[in-house]
């Protein structure tokens, strides 16, 4: 590691005296995980290191996630709109109030049209703002909104294709861009992109496309305790590991995502301060549930649970991550009671496979399309190859197709029996997912109704007793009773082991000892607005 790390030193030394600047103490400058800078007209790819970085900071969402505190599980609250309710007697139907006074960057206002008009942006493809880029990131995240129109200036009502308590949760995936903005610029997205108008806690100063995005605060953000303390933050894409770790230790950066686990003493005895917390991320292989997939078997998929030895992979990342017994750790409020134990036991696996008809001359072939690095996917390379070995010990065969992080999110944007998966040879996928609220947790992975683009569902796996459960989630306006049914849903996935589970990251990140009023909230989002550079 260290070899690599004075090369990786060495090998940024003229990027960083030519595209890192000295800049004032209120400037701080962060390593992404990310091979290239989000979109940013609005619906960001990149998964949710996208979202973090080139959404929450330049947008609002109708509703926001409250990120100040670091001892709870985030939860949502008001946005862009500062309340919400179905209608009684019509659950399908939901008003929501918008929050008056609010202005774009660009000085334009907000209000029920510019609502109207995003949500065409992303749904109507008639429309002549959509597009179709930010229509692949969104439709995924509010697959039940099926109406919208403005009541008056201040309130819209939405309407979903089916009862959906959980509705509000979707609507903090859609940010709402400036139409004065895209007409100014010939209504060309691609000109927006490159200078963007969103209302949130910063704008854009400049973009260089796989180089950096420079934001700067916005002194007029409607909600004034939240007002930046930063003058700036720049944004470095830096997939590598190790590139990071080199970049803050070398002062080029202040700020980094995933330092390498074995670089952690070093980045210590340097100053540094490594900031982790558990929040609700699942890093798992979601198999394919096609006739001819050999994890159609739950034999095959319990052996594969009890295949791999997580305390030893925590140990090859320093600890940086919690042992998975399923898609959210023990003591989640949905973890529920599985009887189906997920642990290190190989010789119970062993057994599994040769009860399914397996045995040294007939071996389940495997073969997961993984990343090379991006967001929540932790040490993608190194963690896949441990994983490998643990699972061929037991006699499986696998393998990998790896590829960029934005690419394995766009090979999931079709199901396994796609044209991409087919042409790989792919019976697996590993791409992190986010359990920050109950439809991207459930819904959209296990229901047989959200198979991509739709949802996430990309093994294509189809159980009625399944979907029933997860309905009566998602049609519970009690919340107590919403999360008893959660807890439901995942003692029934754990039991059935209907995917691998094998990590939750601890979401570390790295940074000097100048960055100060930091709070890491339980979530993939993060709020850097109360941040002060020493």
Known sequence: MFKRLGVAVVGIGLFAATAMPAFSQG??????????????????????????????TIYDALVNWDLSKADTIADIKPGLATEWSAVEGEPTKWIF???????????SDFDADVVLWNLDKVLNDKSPQFDPKQAAQARGRIPTLVGWKAIDKYTVELT???VNALFPYDMSYIFYASPKRWEELGKDWVKVGLQPAGTGPFKVDRLVPRERLEL??????WDKSRVPKLDKVILFPMPEAAT????????????????????????????????TNKYPHNWAYQPSMVEGSPWTDI???????????????????????????????????????PSFDIKYDPEAAKKLLAEAGYGPN????????ISTSGSGQMLPLPMNEYVQENLNAVGFDTQFEVMEWNALVTFGFQPVTGEASTKAGTNGINISRATVDPYSAFMRLYHSEYVPPKGANWGLLKDPKLDELINKAHTSFD????TKALADVHTYIVDQAYWVYIAHDLNPRAMSPKVTGFVQAQSWFQDLTPIVMK
């Open 362 to 369: 007939k071996k389940p072939k495997i073969k997961i399309a």
């Open 27 to 56: 400037t701080l400058r962060i390593g992404m995980t990310a091979a290239d800078i989000p979109l940013t007209t609005g619906q960001p790819d990149q998964g949710f290191e996208g979202y973090r970085f080139a959404g929450y």
């Open 160 to 162: 979903t294709r089916v």
């Open 244 to 275: 990071r770790t080199a970049a803050l230790l070398a002062g080029q950066v202040d700020w980094i995502e995933v330092p390498a686990p074995d670089a952690i003493p070093r980045l210590k005895q340097g100053g540094m301060a490594i900031v």
């Open 299 to 337: 034999r095959v998929r319990k052996a594969a649970n009890l295949a791999i030895d997580r305390a030893g992979l925590a140990k090859l990342l320093g600890g940086l991550m919690i042992e998975s017994k399923g898609a959210v750790y023990p003591g989640h409020p949905w973890f529920g009671s």
């Open 216 to 221: 700067s605060r916005f002194d007029g953000y």
């Open 479 to 482: 919340r107590a009773a919403q």
């Open 97 to 107: 109030k918008l929050r008056q006074g609010v202005k774009f960057h660009d000085g």
